[in-house]
């Protein structure tokens, strides 16, 4: 058993976003965020009420290596990403 490695587990990064329901050409903003494992670099960028435009340009530069692999849109207005790092 000696020089068995264990398999590295999966970054992933959960992100609940919403619109301003008053104005209609609202950027959607970051409710909340979840980090399982690293989201480094990007960590600063996935605060409550930062622009998700931000946080989805550092996480998915092809350096940082995330992709989306769910989204769904809960209301007109909100809705969730899950990222995971590959």
């Given amino acids: 058993m000696a020089g068995r490695k264990a ?3 999966p970054d992933l ?3 609940s976003w919403s619109r301003n329901p008053l104005n209609a050409g609202s950027p959607r903003r970051i409710i909340s965020a979840r980090v399982i494992g690293s989201a ?3 960590t600063s960028h996935l605060v409550p009420g930062g622009l998700l435009i931000n946080a989805l340009t550092c996480l998915l530069d092809n350096d940082i290596g995330f992709k989306i692999v769910f989204r769904k849109k809960t209301s007109s207005i909100s809705g969730y990403l899950l990222l995971q790092r590959f």
């Fill in 13 to 15: 990064v959960l992100i």
């Fill in 7 to 9: 398999l590295r587990q």
């Fill in 40 to 42: 480094r670099p990007c």
